[in-house]
């Protein structure tokens, strides 16, 4: 289901008010195609961060703390330097958030080195969610690059998790 961006925007409202009816105290944010698309291109920090504040302020209008944010990427845009570049600008701007979601499609291989540059930036009071698929066999076949856009490895993200000395279970 497409929607523009102007009907995205014009459901927030109705977002924080169902939140708020469900007794819900905290929200989250979040962007997909984050770091660009095959049809119109990449997408800066400013952009995101604009977009993201418009976000950020109907949670705060509401009175709701936002502590929660998230990245897509399905058509596999993400670079590590600009993953931790926006990271960084998310965690300096608002303190708040904490909790963080990454799902990277990994179509030109940049998912597990987009989660270390994550690492990197986060530090032990944030959470970070991250999604894989054995063997990386997972993704999107729609979305303009003729076919699926695949995630990093679980096998992968385990073996450098552990190396790192990051206990996964």
Same mark, same amino acid.
């Given at each position: ?11 927030? /409202?109705? *977002? #924080? %008010?169902?939140?708020? +009816? =469900? ?56 670079? /590590?330097? *600009? #993953? %931790?570049?926006?990271? +960084? =600008? ?80």
């Amino acid at each position: 289901l497409f929607r523009s961006q102007a009907k995205e925007r014009a459901g927030w /409202p109705k *977002q #924080v %008010e169902r939140a708020k +009816a =469900a007794g819900i105290t905290e929200g989250g944010i979040a962007l997909s195609t984050a770091w660009g698309s095959n049809w119109v291109g990449d997408f800066t920090l400013a952009q995101r961060m604009r977009m993201l504040d418009e976000m950020h302020q109907v949670w705060e209008e509401a009175g709701m703390k936002v502590t929660r944010i998230g990245f897509a990427d399905a058509m596999s845009w993400c670079m /590590p330097d *600009q #993953v %931790e570049e926006q990271l +960084a =600008a998310v965690k300096e701007r608002w303190p708040d958030i904490t909790d963080f979601n990454l799902h990277l499609h990994n179509g030109r291989g940049m998912a597990l080195p987009s989660t270390y540059a994550a690492l990197k930036v986060l530090d032990s009071g944030d959470t970070l969610r991250v999604q894989s698929s054995l063997g990386g066999m997972a993704g999107c076949p729609y979305c303009g690059n003729g076919r699926a856009a695949s995630m990093m490895a679980t096998e992968d993200l385990m073996h450098m998790l552990e190396e790192m000395g990051i206990h996964t279970g």
